[in-house]
């Protein structure tokens, strides 16, 4: 506090000038007076919430970083192939804040690891729904890890995830691989039919297909194929019938 007297400065806990014995009065110190008003509050980085695109939103259930929500969308969407759309896109929360995260986004064809680098620039990792083996969820103290396994044998995993957000990637990925389990049964039930001796599927790709003449096979061994395709719930109790019936008509 400085003396309006003589100008020297004192402790504020004190009544009277330590230099002249003027009482003191309340009065600023000149580096108080030329710092300026101080900031009190912090900057945005980005764009608020209420500041993204109404399209976004969508994707900033799990709370997610709108910034990058909106950067990575944006760098995203112009990789997407035709009528390929983005479901949801998840953002690392790295413990070191100073590093730009990973992010993992999800589209209705593939799923894609979002790598930012120096200077602004970014890799893509992806892969086809279709290549997916199997997907696994860790979670631990620092949030969560999401692994996915390729039908190649590639390792793929994103750590640091929010466990919010790494519940809905596991989610999703699940849904992709009961679909894609679905689509690889079909496609080899389809493939044993054929073999079967062109067994037809009504509405299926193998229904224009003719019936292979069987004089020429076994009829006791395409008997038992077909014994053994029923059994294993690849065709019904009527399709063998009526294939038994055409091979013994032909014996």
Not at 24 to 40: K, N, R, V
Not at 136 to 162: D, N, S
Not at 179 to 190: D, G, Q, S, T
């Amino acid at each position: 506090m400085l003396c309006s007297k003589c100008g020297a400065e004192n402790l504020d806990t004190s009544s009277f000038c330590a230099q002249c014995g003027t009482p003191l009065t309340a009065q600023p110190s000149p580096s108080a007076q030329d710092a300026g008003p101080l900031e009190t509050t912090a900057q945005p980085s980005g764009p608020s919430q209420s500041q993204v695109p109404t399209f976004l939103q969508k994707f900033l259930n799990e709370q997610q970083d709108p910034g990058i929500v909106q950067r990575v969308h944006q760098r995203v969407s112009q990789i997407l192939t035709s009528e390929e759309e983005i479901l949801y896109i998840a953002v690392q929360s790295k413990p070191i804040v100073t590093v730009t995260p990973d992010c993992v986004v999800l589209t209705n064809k593939r799923f894609i690891v979002y790598k930012p680098k120096m200077l602004g620039r970014v890799s893509f990792e992806d892969y086809i729904w279709r290549d997916l083996h199997d997907a696994r969820l860790k979670e631990g103290i620092m949030g969560a890890t999401l692994t996915m396994l390729t039908v190649q044998g590639r390792r793929i995993a994103i750590e640091y995830l929010p466990k919010a957000q790494a519940r809905r990637l596991y989610s999703f990925a699940q849904e992709m691989e009961e679909k894609v389990l679905e689509e690889r049964r079909i496609r080899a039930m389809e493939e044993q039919r054929a073999a079967a001796g062109g067994i037809t599927i009504q509405g299926g790709p193998l229904a224009a297909q003719t019936q292979a003449p069987l004089a020429s096979e076994d009829p006791v061994q395409k008997l038992k194929q077909l014994k053994d395709m029923m059994d294993a719930g690849l065709i019904t109790e009527a399709e063998y019938e009526a294939k038994k019936a055409e091979i013994l008509s032909r014996m």
